[in-house]
């Protein structure tokens, strides 16, 4: 019999790429999505790619009687939780609606997990845990805290919340997640990332500024202690994201307890490499100008990768052209969507 997982925000950027997988390899596929960040449409993309549709509930996962309603329509083996807010500068300015919304969408879910006698929890973290004081090559043994925003903190928080869970339910099975930063999309063109807005992330920036859509790229300071001064980061290709969502899944079915582990590719992208990639693989131009740091920032941030290799046998496999590539051709066909 074939598992069902249960995605919580699985229409958004991460949970949609992982629900195509997911889907291809034959698992059922419940997602809830109140699509405050997401398009509906999505879910007629997934069944295109995939051949299979996906069961969807448009609900707010922190109202517990919607949410108890989709526990009960279906067996539910697991849970992939990408809930929540995910915009680091709103953070700073609505640091209430972000511990209200990430916190209690998940404290709603474990308890309804916990009324359904649902074990199998795999959580969206971030990078962003590891905070100031710890330093590249980050690895899941070092101390979480020193977060520079409150999204930072309602990841860590969310962390540690699974953690006291697991010691008191020594028959939870839970994997924290620790994205570095996700890029690209679906080679199909039909799934990436739909910001809202201007966006703040590097990558849909890039790729708006090359369709004409934003004038020129802002490269957030050129001071750094790196190579050729601008931030050093970790992109990962969402699809190979996505692959280790399911070598997770896999793990979970067969380890009690909760664990920490970095999905990244351990080698570290500056933003101007990233920049004249994306320019050189699309033969497309990118404007950009320096401009002053933007507060906040690291200036190197990569991940340790033998953890994920250790315990899920999974490492990501596309380079930085493949995610030039995809993200060059999902902002090519998404206005077209
Ligand atoms: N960045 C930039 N211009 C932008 C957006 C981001 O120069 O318009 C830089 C940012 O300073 C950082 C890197 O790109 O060094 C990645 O930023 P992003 O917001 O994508 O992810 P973060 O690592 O901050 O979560």
Redo the contacts with the bound molecule.
Sequence with gaps: MSKTVFLPGGAGFIGSHVAAELLTLGYDVVIADDLSNARGDVIDRLEQITGRRPAFYRIDVADRPALTAVFDAHAIDAVIHFAGFKA?GESVEKPVAYYRNNLGTTLTLLEVMAAHNVKELIFSSS??VYGVENEAPYTEDMPRGGCTNPYGWTKAMIEQILEDACVADPALRVVCLRYF?PVGAHESGLIGELPNGI?????P?ITQTAAGVRKE?????NDYPTPDG????DFIHVVDLAKGHVAALCYTAKHTGWEAINLGTGRGTS?LELVDTFASVNAVPVPYHI?P??SG??AV?YAATDKAKRLLGWQAEKTVADMCRDSWRWQQHSDKL
């Design positions: 680091v990078a962003t930063n966006p703040n992330n590097l990558m920036y790229l802002a490269v957030f300071g601008t931030g050093v980061r933003v401009a740091r933007r920032d690291l941030c």
